[in-house]
C-alpha cells in the first residue's frame, strides 16, 4: 500500500487512473497529507459521484455552446464573404455600364469637335484596369437561374 504526502503525488496517482488534472485538483482540495492510498482511493470514489457527473455535464454544456457559436461564426463569415464578393461583382457590373455610357456619349461627341483629357484618361485607365482585372460573374438569384433537368 503506497502513501502520498505530497498533493502533486496524489494528483499524479489520480491521472494514472484516467482522471484529469483539474479533477484531481477539486478531489483533493480538502485533502490532509500524509493519506495512504485507500483513503486517497474513498476520496476519489466521494468525488466521482454526483460532484463529477455535474462539472462533466457543465463542461459539455460549455463544449455544445462552443461549437454553437463556432457554427454561427462560420456561417456569418461564409455569408458575409459571399455577400462581399456579390457586391463587388455589382460594383464591376455598374462600373462598366457607367463607363460604357461615358465612351458611347464621347464617340458622339467627338465628331462635333468636343474633346477631353479627363475622359480619354479614365477610357484608357478603364481599358487597362479591364484587361489585368477581368470581371467576376454575378450570381443569379434563383427565380431566374436556368434550371437544368
Known amino acids: 500500500m503506497q502513501t502520498f504526502t505530497t498533493k502533486a503525488s496524489a494528483i499524479a496517482y489520480a491521472r494514472e487512473m484516467g482522471w484529469t488534472g483539474a479533477d484531481a485538483k477539486l478531489a483533493f482540495q480538502e485533502l490532509s497529507l500524509p493519506i495512504d492510498e485507500l483513503s486517497l482511493l474513498n476520496t476519489m470514489v466521494r468525488f466521482a459521484g454526483p460532484i463529477m457527473f455535474k462539472r462533466q455535464r457543465l463542461q459539455g454544456a ?64 478603364y481599358q487597362k484596369y479591364t484587361t489585368q482585372h477581368p470581371a467576376p460573374a454575378l450570381k443569379q438569384p434563383p427565380s431566374q437561374q436556368k434550371k437544368t433537368s
Open 62 to 125: 460549455q463544449k455544445r455552446l462552443v461549437t454553437i457559436r463556432n457554427r454561427e461564426v462560420e456561417e456569418l463569415s461564409n455569408s458575409f464573404s459571399e455577400m462581399v464578393r456579390d457586391y463587388e461583382a455589382q460594383l464591376d457590373k455598374d462600373r462598366s455600364s457607367f463607363v460604357l455610357i461615358v465612351k458611347t456619349l464621347y464617340s458622339v461627341a467627338k465628331p462635333f469637335g468636343y474633346r477631353s483629357a479627363w475622359i480619354e484618361a479614365l477610357l484608357a485607365t
